[in-house]
Nanobody, 123 residues
Framework: QLQLVESGGGSVQAGGSLRLSCAVSGNTDSWYCMGWFRQVPGKEREGVAYIYKDRSTTYAESVKGRFTISQDNAKNTLYLQMNSLKPEETAMYYC?????????????????RGKGTLVTISS
């Protein structure tokens, strides 16, 4: 079992930066991959960035070069550093984890999920 709690959301102007955190508790060594997702009202939830147990990472094309996902074992925390933010990236951001090897990607296959943190970017 894992529990995930996001923090770090808030309001920022376009071009600014935010760092999201996701505190992980429970069986913290059980994850296979973790990811950040976002959902704009009226749109589908999309995967933004993923990190795997071997520390490899993948990113959505739209955020490559601007967002960085990282994970701190000692603090049991997942991070998403977001730079050069755009107004259209205003969304609820969620962290999620999969403990099933080979299952990583869509939000509905991630078997543990947080409740989200709101990011608002003004123009």
């Amino acid at each position: 079992q894992l529990q995930l709690v996001e923090s770090g959301g808030g309001s920022v102007q376009a071009g600014g930066s935010l760092r999201l955190s996701c505190a992980v508790s429970g069986n913290t060594d059980s994850w296979y991959c973790m990811g950040w997702f976002r959902q704009v009202p009226g749109k589908e939830r999309e995967g933004v960035a993923y990190i795997y147990k071997d520390r490899s990472t993948t990113y959505a094309e739209s955020v490559k070069g601007r967002f960085t996902i990282s994970q701190d074992n000692a603090k049991n925390t997942l991070y998403l550093q977001m730079n050069s933010l755009k107004p259209e990236e205003t969304a609820m951001y969620y962290c999620a984890a999969s403990t099933v090897r080979g299952w990583c990607g869509r939000y509905d296959v991630m078997n543990y999920r947080g409740k989200g943190t709101l990011v608002t970017i003004s123009s």
